[in-house]
């Protein structure tokens, strides 16, 4: 059986049914001196709180998971999209103690990203200073440098689409490769920072450095907010995904 969505449409609340509802739990009994079984079906559970109550299915938006928590926390909250096909709703979960099972809010509403990009710089500076050492750049011209990847990374143009190349610890902080027409364009705006030979060793540099989470790959921040709609506001037309919407705003 498919994991599957239900929300109750009185309560605005949620249960992810999945195959693992059903798999009994197991106690020590110190009295007996044994492990004692018991029987769990969290979705006849679920169904039985909310009886009589109006139910639907809810169906995941796909790359909308997001938290401000770091990916093992077990106690973070965390919120994804969902919609039952005309209206799009945020799905809150949560849990109270570790040993709590998931509890889950539906808000109608979606959520709202806003992105930063941050160039690595002292990532930049400290890789420079270990490659190139014979001569070694000049402290000024490496500030120079920083500053016009710091230029060219904030004013992408359209056409380089950001690629996603390592993640950290958190959703909310990515690395992200530069794209070629951004590199070249750094490049060329770096020819009257240094002579020949250096403006060699710095493209061989900011080709090596542009992978997983090197040194002139740069940070993608994210911040986000749920906003909440009231059910007269809400659109029937075709919810669009978070992942279409991240694409527009990065770029």
Not at 107 to 134: S, T
Not at 162 to 179: F, M, N, Q, V, Y
């Amino acid at each position: 059986m498919a994991a599957r969505w239900i929300r109750c449409v009185d309560c605005n609340v949620a249960a992810h049914i999945t195959d693992y509802d059903c798999l009994p739990s197991y106690n020590y009994d110190q009295k007996c001196a044994e492990v004692i079984e018991k029987p769990v079906d969290d979705e006849a559970h679920f169904m039985g709180e909310h009886k009589r109550h109006t139910m639907e299915e809810l169906f995941v938006v796909k790359d909308s998971f997001i938290s401000e928590g770091r990916y093992g926390e077990p106690l973070k909250i965390s919120y994804f999209e969902a919609t039952n096909g005309t209206e799009r709703f945020v799905v809150k979960g949560w849990r109270e103690d570790i040993n709590h099972a998931m509890v889950y809010e539906v808000i109608p509403g979606y959520i709202e990203m806003r992105f930063k990009r941050e160039v690595q710089a002292d990532e930049i500076r400290r890789q420079l200073g270990e490659e190139i050492k014979d001569p070694p750049l000049a402290a000024t011209a490496i500030e120079r440098f920083i500053r016009i990847v710091e230029k060219v990374v904030a004013q992408f143009p359209v056409n380089d689409r950001i690629e996603i190349t390592a993640e950290t610890d958190t959703p909310l902080i990515s690395h992200c490769r530069i794209g070629v027409n951004a590199l070249r364009e750094i490049l060329a705006e770096s020819q009257s920072n240094f002579d020949v030979e250096e403006l060699e060793k710095v493209e061989q540099f900011v080709y090596q450095n542009n992978e997983y989470n090197a040194p002139m790959t740069f940070l993608l921040k994210r911040a986000f907010t749920v906003k909440r709609e009231q059910a007269a506001s809400r659109t029937s037309g075709k919810v669009q995904s978070v992942s279409d919407r991240r694409a527009a705003q990065s770029t």
